[in-house]
């Protein structure tokens, strides 16, 4: 059966296409997909298009239901998102505009290392990484934590993991809102997500998230890579991880709330999985209270995996971390609501911009910034696919004024998994990685699989377009040497 | 031969799965997801079984499905079980109550995580045969 979209869509320019609010009754703004010819026709083969039109449905949704390049199809929601919401004008929050990896988000550290001083290590790096994190389907790792303990986590995040000694403290700054968000409630989870959350920290899970190690093969801003510390062959670390069973329970708990809340409140949406409720009513605000507990759970989580993946690094080099200089660029989420202000017709207001499968992207300057950071703008982190490349990008200026300071979180899949399982022989694509010097290591067989280069977009052509119209813009490009994965 | 369907999904996953009455649909579609999640290996590592009661309530059949599915993938991380036979005591378009039994994870080869059911695309339907069901899992 073919998923093709038949639907309309408008040329506004080379990069911008609109899906018209008349295209359904009950849209109450248009559609914005960013993207370029060649990846829009992508973008058709799926029924993603048709959930951007959906998202629009959304009460208090203001400007447009934006996609970004690497959009494909999710469920309610589509992967690429963002939708802001009017808090002030019944503006409602939806946690299928979040998913179910509340935080799902990706960190970058940079060594001191170059190249030619470890390409004869990348395997022992490699199998070292896969034995100290724990990884794959209901991993539990040696971190586990009391009910005490977990509520800390929900209030401090990445603060709870620096003070039992998993980092320091200028990991915090380098983290998007210091690695805690304000305003969880940790009696808004409830006592299963608690119970599922107890020994997932310092887990990486399963699916498309990993740890890689890379080495950068491209500079596109010299300054910006001055500034950050980074040069070409230089070795360095991404980390892509979310909030585990304990974000999965959160999203489904407060789906079911809010699927009453759609009656309650007299909401029509035509997808259940975007129900939703007014921030500012009492499942609303729980929800935001809860979701917040869950997205600080993941950055704890993400320190600890950067925690332990610097241990394995002194383990295999015999050296502290700090000599080998891994310090954190940044680490930013890409599944998450946020109440921030940006300019609507002119006028500041209040919103709620649910990223699915976007990252924030606050250009020079931004308050949220921390010092460093504030001339160059946000780093951003791509991840691209495991046989090809990722990015360092930042924030600008012109993301505040047309993307609620939002860009893309990745390359988006093309295809599916039951595809790629169908069509990929895993002796071939570890040879044909392999012949590219890349080192994989994976709990399952079926995701590297899954996870096969050919299955995604390219990033170098997603990351084409935000840089083009300028809703972030590249600083350095790396390439893949050694990953593991769930 | 297996007793469900995929259902082609660009991210995700789906299977369609079917049953000749209500009770068979929600085991077989269990019994579905459990298989996509993994594989039981050909010798038992562990004898290791707990059987575990779930009771759910819901406003309506289709809700009623998914929480089923989501009730069992979160017991299932918890427990660290897979759950391989399902039976029910009740179930109605409204509620259920079922006896489902856990096996270590020891004995199976993990494929892949499903983080949980959705809404997207569900549908449930009573036809001249039984009963069909079409869901699409977060992986």
Redesign the interface.
């Known amino acids: 059966m073919s998923n093709f979209w038949q639907g309309p869509i408008e040329k506004i320019d080379d990069f911008h296409w609109r899906i018209p609010k008349t295209y359904k009754p009950g849209m109450r703004v248009p559609g914005i997909i960013i993207a370029d010819e060649k990846l829009l026709k992508d973008i058709r083969h799926d029924k993603a298009a048709e959930q951007v039109a959906n998202v629009a449905f959304l009460p208090g949704i203001v400007g447009a239901s934006l996609a970004m390049p690497d959009i494909h199809w999710g469920y309610g929601f589509s992967i690429g998102g963002v939708a802001a919401t009017d808090v002030e004008a019944g503006g409602v929050i939806s946690p299928g505009g979040v998913g179910f990896d509340i935080n799902c988000g990706v960190r970058m550290l940079k060594t001191n290392f170059q190249y030619e001083e470890v390409k004869d290590r990348i395997k022992d790096l490699v199998y070292a990484l896969f034995s100290g994190i724990p990884s794959g389907l209901g991993s539990k790792g040696d971190i586990r934590v009391s009910t005490r303990e977990e509520k800390e986590i929900f209030l401090k995040g990445s603060k709870w993991a620096v003070q039992k000694g998993f980092g320091i403290e200028e990991d915090l700054e380098c983290t998007e809102e210091n690695g805690a968000i304000q305003g969880a409630d940790p009696g808004a989870v409830s006592d299963r997500a608690y119970e599922r959350g107890k020994a997932q920290s310092g887990t990486l899970g399963s699916g498309n998230h990993f740890v890689e190690v890379q080495v950068i093969d491209q500079l596109y801003d010299r300054d910006c890579c001055d500034q950050f510390g980074l040069n070409l062959g230089q070795i360095t670390v991404m980390i892509h991880s979310g909030s585990r069973g304990l974000g999965y329970q959160v999203c489904d708990d407060y789906t079911r709330s809010m699927i009453r809340c759609l009656e309650k409140y007299k909401i029509d949406v035509p997808d259940r999985q975007l129900a939703c409720a007014p921030v500012n009513s009492t499942e609303g605000s729980a929800y935001l209270s809860a979701m917040r507990c869950a997205a600080n759970y993941a950055w704890a989580n993400r320190q600890c995996l950067m925690h332990l993946t610097r241990g394995v690094f002194e383990k295999v080099f015999s050296m502290s971390w700090q000599k080998i200089g891994m310090s954190l660029i940044y680490d930013v989420a890409h599944n998450i609501a946020k109440i921030e202000k940006h300019k609507v017709g002119g006028i500041e207001k209040k919103l709620c911009v649910h990223r699915k499968g976007a990252t924030r992207a606050f250009g020079p300057g931004h308050p949220a910034l921390p010092q460093k950071y504030s001339k160059t703008g946000q780093p951003v982190i791509i991840p691209g696919d495991m046989g090809r490349n990722s990015y360092l990008l930042v924030g600008t200026e012109k993301a505040m004024e047309e993307t609620f300071g939002s860009t893309c979180h990745g390359a988006g899949r093309l295809k599916s998994r039951s595809a790629a399982l169908k069509s990929i022989r895993l002796d071939d694509l570890l040879k044909k990685l392999e012949a590219k010097g890349i080192v994989v290591k994976a709990s399952g067989r079926g995701t590297i699989i899954e996870e096969a280069p050919e299955v995604y977009k390219d990033v170098n052509d997603v990351v084409d377009v935000v840089h083009k119209v300028g809703i972030s813009k590249r600083v350095c490009r790396m390439r893949p040497l050694g990953v593991i994965k769930g | 031969m297996k007793s469900y369907e995929?259902i082609?999904?660009?991210?995700?996953?789906g299977i369609r799965v079917k049953g000749k009455d209500l009770r068979e649909l929600f085991r077989n579609a269990a019994l579905a997801m459990f298989d996509l999640?993994?594989t039981r290996l050909k010798e038992s590592k562990s004898p290791d079984k707990e059987k575990i009661l779930v009771k759910i309530k819901s406003?309506n059949l289709e809700?009623l499905f998914v929480?089923w599915l989501?009730e069992l993938?979160?017991l299932?991380?918890?427990k660290?079980k897979i759950f391989c036979e399902v039976s029910f005591k009740n179930l109605d378009k409204n509620s259920l109550e079922a006896e489902v039994v856990g096996c270590a994870?020891m004995n199976y080869?993990?494929?892949?995580?499903i983080?949980?059911a959705?809404?997207?695309q569900?549908q449930l339907r009573e036809e001249q045969s039984g009963w069909q069901a079409e869901v699409?899992f977060?992986?």
């Open positions: 995929i082609e999904h660009t991210a995700d996953i999640i993994a406003d809700e929480n989501n993938l979160s299932s991380s918890v660290e994870l080869k993990i494929e892949s995580e983080k949980a959705t809404y997207h569900l699409i977060d992986v």
